[in-house]
């Protein structure tokens, strides 16, 4: 059998020798042996615990332990107890200063109205009227087509004084008045003067305006402010109380040619000066109008004395024309209130509601052959067209209805309030409430007027 070699020392292994033919010592006289290294043995398994180093097990207990102990620091409790503070104080704010501030669009209507109505002058109740009086004048120059010859009075305004007593003296017409140089002018018409009246103690004479007349035609009778005195009264004790004063020059005496206009001419001159008189004299009686009264365009009367010469030239004369309005100016309070009970006399609504304006309504006497003056009492009139209303939003029953009410439910609310057509949040404070204020003065209601 074949020998087997030791390792170096001689000793015999402890274990088998595993090998290949390798392994075998094919020539003994070689030096050179391969050496067969020992067989490696199972390390054996440790049963101590797996070691950290301090670094590492400084991380796992900052893992295991960080997650809760921040609850523990009182830097949390500060906080959480500043948040609900904050909180709390938000509440109150939030009450002391809540304010909800809605802008309403009420409804409107225009209702047609043909309404008889009478009106009293000065009258405490019903429609009261006051009569407004304006004179005016408006001149038109035109080209002349020829002459003629032309006789003229001077003419001016006086005022007739009575001293006499406290009864009124009734003067007949074309009674004489006499001027100092001695000239004779004479009334138009009939007039009265009143009687001597006291004031602040003192007696005051009784006075009245006229226009006289020149006794003759001619220039000579122009003359300058003076006094006059009455022939009739001569021998009487009346003489001396009564006399006039000018209150005009004496003017328009004339005798000779003068230019002349074709009667078409006239007639167009005449119809210009009447139209610029009437829009002249209603703007100005419109702006005569007292406080909370109304005038309307068609209660007035105007009336003209005619045509006549002004001035002329060689080729052309100026015509000249006079002319006086007398309006009624109706109380306006007392007129809206009866047209707005004749309106909701009619309206099945029963809603209040405010007249808008009284100027979309066109004015018209009850009866053609109205004459107004200075007697006139009692004036019967309509008033038609279309009446502009605006019902009424009912606030203060509004702002009850959404005390503690949620924003939500306010088109709820609105539908008990046929009067109001749209409505606007305006404003709401806290921001973030979602409730109308329990307090029902902090809730501002504002009716818009478009």
């Not at 209660?299 to 006549?308: N, T």
């Not at 001035?311 to 052309?316: A, E, F, K, V």
């Not at 029953?397 to 057509?421: F, H, M, T």
Request: net charge positive.
């Amino acid at each position: 059998m074949q020998d087997i070699f030791m390792g170096k020392g001689g000793k015999q292994p402890t274990s088998a020798v595993r090998g290949n033919s390798a392994d075998i010592i094919q020539n003994p006289d070689s030096e050179k042996i391969r050496k067969i290294p020992p067989l490696r043995q199972p390390e054996k398994k440790s049963h101590q615990p797996f070691a950290f180093s301090e670094q590492e097990r400084s991380r796992i207990n900052l893992f295991r332990h960080s997650r809760f102990d921040w609850i523990k620091k009182p830097l949390f409790w500060q906080g959480l107890g500043g948040a609900v503070l904050v909180f709390l104080a938000m509440l109150v704010l939030g009450a002391l200063f809540s304010k909800t501030t809605i802008e309403v669009l009420p409804e409107k209507a225009t209702v047609p109205v043909n309404i008889p109505l009478v009106s009293k002058k000065g009258a405490l109740d019903g429609i009261p009227f006051e009569i407004v009086l304006v004179k005016g004048s408006e001149t038109k120059n035109i080209a002349a087509t020829g002459t003629k010859r032309t006789e003229r009075k001077a003419s001016g305004k006086i005022v007739i004084y009575n001293n006499y007593s406290g009864v009124a003296q009734k003067l007949i017409k074309n009674t004489r008045f006499e001027s100092l140089d001695g000239k004779i002018y004479r009334t138009g018409n009939s007039v009265t003067v009143p009687g001597v009246y006291s004031k602040n103690r003192e007696n005051i004479p009784g006075s009245v305006e006229v226009t006289v007349f020149a006794d003759k035609v001619g220039s000579e009778y122009n003359s300058p402010l003076t006094d006059f005195t009455i022939p009739g009264f001569k021998g009487d004790p009346r003489y001396s109380k009564f006399y006039a004063r000018s209150k005009t020059e004496m003017t328009e005496g004339f005798i000779g040619d003068t230019p002349v206009a074709s009667e078409e001419d006239l007639a167009l001159a005449k119809s210009a000066i009447e139209d610029s008189l009437k829009e002249d004299l209603f703007h100005e009686a419109s702006s005569q109008i007292p406080n909370g009264y109304i005038l309307y365009k068609n209660a007035i009367q105007i009336s003209f004395d005619g045509i006549k010469d002004a001035s002329n030239s060689p080729n052309s004369l100026t015509v000249e024309e006079n002319g006086t309005l007398v309006g009624i100016l109706l109380k306006k309070d007392a007129l809206s209130s009866e047209v707005i009970k004749n309106i909701a006399s009619q309206d099945k609504n029963d809603i209040p509601f405010t007249l808008d304006s009284l100027e979309t309504l066109s004015f018209s006497f009850g009866n053609g052959t109205t004459i107004l003056d200075d007697k006139t009492k009692e004036l019967p009139f309509t008033l038609t067209g279309n009446a502009d209303i605006t019902y009424i939003v009912d606030k203060n029953s509004l702002i009850n209805d959404l005390v503690g009410k949620a924003r939500r439910e306010l088109p709820v609310v609105l539908i008990r309030y046929p009067a109001v057509s749209e409505v606007t949040i305006v404003s709401i404070r806290p921001f973030w409430a979602r409730y109308f204020p329990n307090n029902p003065s902090k809730i501002e209601i504002k009716v818009s007027k478009e």
